[in-house]
């Protein structure tokens, strides 16, 4: 019987700790937030982070579960350096920042914006929230046609002045590689 991950909200700061346990979804190492933990987040989608994790400091998105809750990805060089296993005990602390890390910009992505010389102010101007979201959008489906046309979208929109790709539901939509409609695999 798995014991419930503890739950602890600070006070002398705004970081949230809790007590968890790494699972894998496929070849990736993440750990589910509880629910209590999830709804002290400031948003039902992606949040950023400032993070420590089994006393590895590092900043980074934490992913909505398509079930109002979150999840964190743990990237495979933390894995390696913890020596992380599936159901290996951790302790993470996060505190949600408004300074977003840049997202890694789908090679495909990067392609049309480099091809596309004359929406490169409009794309430095944007936040990092909203290149964020132009990738998760990007991302959101497996399909490859659909995929190129949410690419060449992207490219009209941006040159129309658009700073936000759509009305798409960031709640619901998490990691295409671990996620099936909208919900984190294994969920």
């Not at 977003?100 to 480099?114: G, H, K, Q, V, Y």
């Amino acid at each position: 019987m798995t014991k419930e991950p503890t739950v602890e909200n600070t006070s002398a700061s705004s970081a949230i700790v809790f007590d968890g346990r790494v699972q894998k979804v496929g070849d990736r190492a993440i750990l589910r937030f509880p629910d209590k933990t999830s709804a002290q987040l400031p948003s039902r989608g992606q949040v950023a982070v400032k993070a420590v994790l089994n006393g590895h400091s590092f900043e980074t998105v934490v992913e909505p579960d398509g079930m109002r809750g979150h999840w964190l990805p743990i990237e495979n060089s933390l894995v390696d350096l913890l020596a992380l296993d599936a159901n290996d005990p951790v302790t993470l602390e996060v505190e949600p920042t408004k300074d977003w890390p840049e997202p890694e910009l789908p090679d495909d992505f990067r392609a049309a914006l480099l091809e596309a010389p004359d929406i490169a102010e409009e794309w430095r101007t944007i936040t990092s929230m909203a290149r964020w979201e132009w990738v998760r959008w990007i991302n959101a489906t497996k399909n490859p046609q659909t995929r190129a046309r949410r690419v060449a979208v992207s490219i009209s929109k941006l040159r129309s002045g658009k700073r936000r790709p759509c009305c798409f539901d960031l709640s619901s939509c998490t990691d295409p590689e671990l996620s099936k409609s909208g919900k984190l695999a294994g969920a």
